[in-house]
Structure formats: C-alpha cells, structure tokens
C-alpha cells in the first residue's frame, strides 16, 4: 500500500502478546496512526505482522468507533462492519479507552493448510 510521506514509520508494537500482534496509538507522534502492515512474500510462505507509525492522511478523520464505509474514513485507516477500529494492546488499561470499544483478537490473514494463521488485536464494538 502506499505510505504517506513524512512517515516515521517506527515501530508502535504494544506488549508482546503470544496470541496475536499488538499495537501501541501512544507509540506514534501525534500525527501518525499506528497501522498493521501484514508481510508475505509469495503464497504459501509464512507471513507476519508488523505495527508501524504512518502519517494520518489529510481526509482520514473518524475516529475509533466511527461509522464508515471505507478505511479512507477512519483515522486508524481500518473499518471493519461499518464502524473504525483500530490496533490495540490488551495488557494496557488506556487502549480502546473513550468509547465503547474493547480490545479483541481477530485474524487477520488466513494461512495455508499446516500455518498459523495471523491474528492481532484491535478496538471493536
């Protein structure tokens, strides 16, 4: 995907989680998001997920919880059934914290047969 110029793009990985990746929204400066990035490099090769700060583009301005039609919308630059989510870390009692969201596990990418699929953590209703 193209990332927006200027990104730090350092690392916003919350606590290590042996179920699946986390994220950390206070890890990026206070223009930047923290977004999943899942890395593969060709089908049926295992695939992992890194948490990178990215510059919040210009239109992106509903916030976790929002309702949405596309991850333009959303601030996180994720919506999933209508509404913003984003990454979350589950050790951490401030993240999906203003709303009534919480930190769930979901997978976010199916591996072949005989592969774990990748799971991470994200605010949802």
Partial sequence: YPVQPGSSLSS???APSGLGATGSETACAWNERCFMNAIYSE???AAS???????????????LGSSCTTNSECISG????GQCIG???????????GGALTCQLIQVFDQPVG???????????
Avoid at 78 to 81: L, T
Avoid at 87 to 97: I, L, M, R
Avoid at 115 to 125: I, N, T, V
């Fill in 43 to 45: 089908a049926g090769e």
């Fill in 12 to 14: 916003c990985s919350g």
């Fill in 115 to 125: 592969q774990d699929d990748l799971l991470a953590w994200f605010c949802m209703p």
């Fill in 78 to 81: 994720m919506c999933n059934n």
């Fill in 49 to 63: 997920i890194e948490m990178l700060c990215e510059i919040i583009p210009p239109n992106a301005n509903q916030s």
């Fill in 87 to 97: 990454p979350c870390d589950p050790n951490s009692v401030t993240s999906c914290a």
